[in-house]
């Protein structure tokens, strides 16, 4: 029951294109897999993350600061051991400036995430269940998504795009699509978004994201022109630009009907605090990835079920199918249906995800259920 050691493994594989949301472009797909290895031959593993810029600093915080921390400690004291990690003095160069200091600790939460993941990994195996069912079991299949709608590449009609993903969409076994808006202008991104909703029919479920690419007013315009056409969207993700994630989301709920879905990119639970408290937000789009790990993420899912916030989580459904199956309040799981876009998620796990009539398998094996191709790893793994 005793850690014996961690490690982790850099790895990242070039996309065979290039794909264009609202504010940012995609060229690879990098992770991390983390592996905690107890004393009893257990190995908790699993993969997380799409960090490129600091892959390295991210390994070297587990490598050098948590593993010697938790090595020797009891794998089943996880509120303990969370807390080892989080209040551990660490400085990454760290300034006393709140904003400018907010890049050295996302690394050590994505650190303190790699290393809480793969140890819900061994407890698992340690008890004999998987995650879900060690978190609450309330679902054992999650309705899934896929994310999609990327802006074409070529010169071709936009709204033909989308509408011919929709379908391949649907042929994925998945339930609706999360399209990205944003980066055109609204005509335009109407015009998508209606063409989406005419491929998918009236039970497709439909949701936009704009990457935080837009300031208030135009969110508020955008949405309720999607309201006036009667387009049916399950919610508006990441509406607002960076620096207005308070009051502007609440002066957008004001306006709109359309849930509010925010919080991908925060990495703590005090941030989603404040988002719920101050932003009038209707959806958490936690990733525990980010956020702090599983341990996290289910501290937030509790307070946001008292305050009648619904719970997502942006991408990673290897992990994310068991957060979805353990919470009621949570939606649905998410994929990227077009395999291009996320390789990983198709050639790394052994037979995972398991998908059928729009809905993903919640994995019966203990722990998080997945298992690596031996091959994959060595392919794309990144020296370090």
């Known amino acids: 029951m005793k850690i014996a050691h961690i490690d982790c493994i850099a790895l990242d594989m070039k996309l065979s294109r290039e794909f264009s949301g609202g504010t940012y472009k995609v060229a690879s797909r990098p992770t991390i897999i983390t592996r905690v290895y107890l004393e009893n031959g257990i190995v908790g593993e699993i993969y997380g993350g799409d960090e490129f810029h600091t892959q390295m600093e991210i390994i070297a915080v587990v490598e050098n600061e948590f593993a010697p921390l938790l090595v020797g400690q009891d794998v089943r004291d996880f509120q303990r051991l969370w807390e080892l990690m989080f209040r551990h003095p660490l400085d990454l160069g760290n300034r006393g400036l709140h904003q400018l200091d907010m890049h050295p600790r996302g690394i050590i939460m994505q650190a303190i995430s790699a290393v809480d993941n793969a140890m819900w990994d061994a407890r698992g195996k340690l008890y004999g269940v998987p995650v879900w069912k060690l978190l609450g079991g309330c679902r054992d299949s999650v309705p899934v998504i896929s ?59 439909l949701t936009v994201d704009a990457n935080q690419g837009w300031d208030p007013l135009d969110a508020i315009e955008f949405c309720v022109a999607l309201e006036k056409q009667d387009l049916n969207v399950r919610w508006m993700e990441e509406p607002l630009k960076w620096y207005d994630q308070t009051d502007g989301h609440r002066l957008l709920a ?18 989603c605090r404040d988002l719920i408290k101050h932003g009038d937000v209707n959806i958490l789009n936690l990733d525990c990835t980010l956020c702090g790990g599983v341990t996290e993420w289910q501290k937030v ?10 719970m997502a989580h942006h991408e990673e459904p290897q992990i994310a199918i068991h957060l979805m199956a353990a919470n009621p309040h949570a939606l649905f799981v998410e994929i990227f249906a077009n395999r291009e876009r996320d390789p990983l998620l198709w050639q790394l796990p052994e037979g995972f995800p398991k998908i059928s009539d729009g809905y993903m398998e919640v994995p019966q094996q203990p722990g998080f259920g997945i298992s690596f191709k031996k091959a994959a790893v060595k392919k794309y793994t990144v020296p370090h």
Do not use: W
Request: charged fraction near 25%; hydrophobic fraction near 40%; aromatic fraction near 4%.
């Open 301 to 310: 899912a509790a307070m946001a079920g008292f305050m009648n916030v619904q």
């Open 254 to 271: 004001t306006k709109t009907n359309i849930p509010i879905n925010v919080g991908q990119g925060e990495i703590s639970g005090r941030a």
């Open 147 to 205: 994310i999609g709608g990327y802006y074409p590449a070529d010169e071709s009609d936009a709204c033909t795009a989308i509408a011919e993903e929709v379908g391949q969409v649907k042929e994925a076994g998945c339930i609706g699509i999360k399209m990205k808006v944003g980066r055109v202008s609204l005509e335009e991104d109407l015009a998508r978004v209606h063409a989406a909703r005419k491929a998918g029919g009236a039970d497709f479920v």
